[in-house]
């Protein structure tokens, strides 16, 4: 009984985030767990946001009538109500799905096509390597607004249904996320070709497909995690500026942050602040609760940054991520495009 | 390769043997670079069209239902949407090639010409926007690897991660609330008040970037106008680039205080401040310049936000407003247009960082 339960707390201790956390002192800690919490609730209040959200995102009216617009925050709407006539405190609340939803289908798309093109490219080598790397490259050099602005109108011709918009948004964003994950599998996947467990599975006579997929891939996926949280804070940005854009999802399919913003620009003149200010404050949240664990997990990998527990406090631990090149904001450098030639 | 790592010593002086073949070599580097913007130009400019023709012909997306369907087909025909799509694509290809990026449907305009006239004005905000982010950036860059790991850092920190995690349209809305209506400390919106905008487009040989047209006219009152309607869209757009010089000299000042010679400069008894504002700062600096490239792709992509919320007159905003008239023309040549700068400009950085750090070419 004993053994089982202390086998239990090992094998939490052993994953990824828990385990970072053990190792964290100090600020580096502080900032790990503000993350979390942020991010915790962003999670929660999408999944329950049904029961949280006062009224329904699309709704204008309840049994007294109308809400009326731009009406200030009160009693009966806590953050008041926009020019349209929505509760601000429920568009906010519902929008968290909107960007919830957003987020996974980007990121998993956008990890699935990265990830295969990223082994192939480096696992084949050659001029399909080059060709991909310098696709790659041209369109990672392009701003990405650009490039999502451009996807969103082939993919929903630029206005659309619910799911009609939460796939335009998030394949808009995934075709400027492929070119990341790309980069960064590539070159695991270029140095663990070298190891030599991979050479003695060609000797064994393991087909091209099992070692791609068996030996590289398992060993070349450690760094994913830091840009996987790069990338759906990422994915909230693009995803609001569409909507400021007015590629949004309409406001009667879902809540997006965007297009609220964008319908509040003209009350910010005459001094109406509520339509702005908290669905402006939700996007920025989220994104600094994301991108600060992203940020801590990122140091704690990389020995130059991390800070150290004092001596004698307890046996040094090592990250089991490594810190990569396109796994912090620091590292948004482009390649030299020479890359594929060296 | 990593451009954000840490720069050495100086190099030392070399002799003239080898300093020729470096420049061989320095040489070199560039016509590659130079042919690299070919295909980076091509592979754009192609995904934006075969992506823009997935929904069909521009015609029937912008004005279907406003033309009943025989007009609409004349029109499809007269512009030549009704060719198979390879016909259309090699066409376009030329016309790329010969600089003519289509014209607009919905105020039938070259988009070139679109380019010249709103051209300036956004190249005037995002030299606003960098020069920001280099005074904001790098002096709190320093700071934050003066003090690493200290509360300061830590704020410091924060605030580059809020700069990041603000869109600049959320920032731009923020800065009117406050210093607009407000205070009133500062216009709302636009890029000079009405009266001046009017004696500004009325200069014979115009810039278009209205601080130099002022400057010529001399008037310390346009002048001051001018500055005036600058401050809001610049720190918005500034802000997020200042996040990344921020982070960037902070990361590299820390790794560069680290180095034998900071440490022998420091046995020399030369003060903290200074080993971190001389000593440190300047090979922290490269990466800074590596990284310009992308940040001029990222204050484009922003350009187009922060217009849209100040008004401001550019290209951002025109390209805002062919995407609510639903002009895929316009978008799709803007897009094509600016893939093209983009290109240029990072060609321009790579040559640049090359001659100042002599490992990007190796």
Redesign the interface.
């Known amino acids: 009984m004993n053994t089982q339960k202390k086998g239990l707390r090992d094998r939490l201790r052993g994953l990824p985030v828990v385990h970072q956390l053990r190792q964290s002192v100090?600020?580096q800690r502080?900032?790990l767990v503000v993350g979390l919490v942020i991010t915790g609730v962003f999670i929660l209040t999408a999944i329950f946001a049904p029961l949280l959200a006062p009224y329904g995102y699309a709704q204008i009216r309840d049994d007294n009538g109308t809400f009326g617009a731009q009406q200030e925050p009160n009693a009966k709407h806590l953050l008041g109500t926009t020019v349209g006539g929505f509760d601000v405190l429920s568009r906010v609340i519902w929008g968290t799905q909107t960007a919830l939803l957003v987020m996974i289908v980007a990121v998993v798309l956008s990890i699935f096509l990265g990830v295969l093109l990223g082994l192939v490219s480096g696992y084949v080598g050659g001029w399909l390597d080059r060709v991909l790397v310098?696709?790659a490259?041209?369109?990672y050099?392009?701003?990405?607004?650009?490039l999502a602005?451009?996807?969103a109108?082939?993919i929903s011709?630029?206005q659309s249904s619910f799911w009609g918009g939460i796939l335009a948004a998030a394949l808009s964003i995934t075709v400027v996320f492929i070119p990341q994950y790309l980069r960064v599998i590539r070159a695991e996947t270029v140095r663990i070709k070298a190891e030599a467990y991979v050479e003695s599975a060609k000797v064994v006579g393991a087909s091209s497909a099992r070692i791609m997929f068996r030996h590289v891939f398992r060993n070349a996926t450690r760094s994913l995690p830091l840009i996987l949280t790069l990338n759906t804070?990422e994915a909230v940005?693009t995803l609001?500026?569409l909507g400021?854009?007015?590629?949004g999802i309409e406001p009667t399919s879902a809540a997006e942050w965007?297009y609220d913003?964008?319908k509040?620009?003209s009350d910010?003149?005459?001094?109406i602040?509520w339509t702005?200010?908290f669905p402006?404050a939700a996007?920025?949240l989220v994104?600094?609760g994301i991108?600060?664990v992203g940020?801590s997990l990122n140091d704690l990998a990389d020995p130059?940054?991390r800070?150290r527990r004092k001596a004698g406090s307890g046996p040094a631990l090592t990250a089991e991520t490594t810190s990569v090149?396109g796994g912090s904001?620091?590292?948004?450098?482009?390649?030299?495009?020479?890359?594929g030639k060296? | 390769?990593?451009?954000?790592e840490i720069a050495g010593a100086p190099p030392r002086a070399t002799p003239p043997l080898k300093t020729r073949l470096a420049n061989n070599k320095l040489l070199r580097?560039i016509v590659?670079?130079f042919l690299?913007i070919f295909?980076?130009i091509f592979?754009?400019v192609s995904?934006?069209f075969f992506?823009?023709r997935?929904?069909g012909d521009p015609i029937t997306?912008s004005q279907g239902g406003r033309l009943s369907a025989a007009d609409l087909a004349a029109r499809i025909e007269a512009a030549g949407y009704n060719r198979p799509l390879l016909v259309q694509y090699f066409e376009y290809l030329g016309q790329v090639f010969s600089g003519n990026f289509g014209t607009t449907i919905s105020d039938n305009r070259p988009v070139v010409e679109v380019l010249a006239t709103y051209g300036a004005a956004t190249l005037e905000l995002v030299i606003y926007a960098l020069i920001v982010a280099f005074i904001v950036g790098i002096p709190l860059g320093m700071v934050a690897a003066a003090v690493r790991?200290k509360?300061p850092?830590?704020v410091l920190?924060?605030f580059a991660?809020?700069c990041?995690?603000?869109?600049v349209?959320?920032a731009g809305?923020?800065l009117?609330?406050v210093f607009?209506?407000?205070l009133g400390w500062l216009p709302?919106?636009g890029r000079a008040s009405a009266r001046n905008e009017l004696r500004l487009s009325n200069i014979s040989d115009a810039t278009g970037i209205y601080l130099l047209d002022a400057l010529r006219l001399g008037s310390p009152a346009l002048i001051g106008d001018v500055l005036a309607h600058a401050v809001l869209p610049g720190v918005a757009l500034g802000l997020l680039t200042a996040?990344?010089f921020l982070?960037?000299t902070r990361?590299n000042v820390?790794?560069t205080l680290s180095m034998d010679y900071v440490d022998a400069a420091r046995s020399r008894g030369v003060r903290e401040s200074r080993l971190v504002t001389r000593h440190a700062l300047k090979p922290a600096l490269i990466?800074i310049i590596?990284?310009i490239?992308?940040q001029i792709?990222?204050l484009?992509?922003?350009a187009?936000?922060t217009e849209?919320?100040f008004e401001w007159q550019g290209l951002g905003f025109q390209l805002?407003r062919y995407?609510?008239a639903?002009d895929?023309v316009a978008?799709?040549g803007i897009?094509a247009l600016?893939?093209v700068i983009?290109?240029l400009t990072?060609f321009i950085v790579?040559v640049v960082a090359a001659l100042i750090d002599p490992r990007?070419r190796f």
Do not use: C, H
């Not at chain 1, 050099?141 to 650009?146: G, T």
């Not at chain 1, 400021?244 to 590629?247: A, Q």
């Not at chain 1, 904001?329 to 890359?339: F, Q």
């Open positions: 100090g600020l502080a900032m310098v696709i490259d041209a369109v050099a392009f701003p990405s607004l650009l602005i451009i996807a109108i082939a011709g630029g804070s940005l609001a500026g400021f854009l007015g590629f965007g913003l964008s509040a620009t910010v003149t005459s001094g602040w702005a200010v402006g996007i920025v994104v600094l991108t600060l940020e130059r940054l800070t090149a904001l620091d590292d948004l450098v482009p390649l030299s495009g020479l890359e060296s | 390769m990593t451009t954000t580097f590659v670079r690299l295909p980076t592979i754009l995904m934006v992506l823009m997935t929904i997306a790991d509360w850092d830590a920190r924060i991660i809020l990041y995690a603000t869109p349209f959320f809305l923020l009117k609330l607009s209506v407000g709302v919106a996040g990344v982070r960037l990361t820390i790794g990466p590596t990284v490239g992308l792709a990222l484009l992509g922003g187009v936000l849209t919320t805002s995407i609510a639903r895929f978008i799709q897009v600016l893939a983009v290109a990072n790579d990007v």
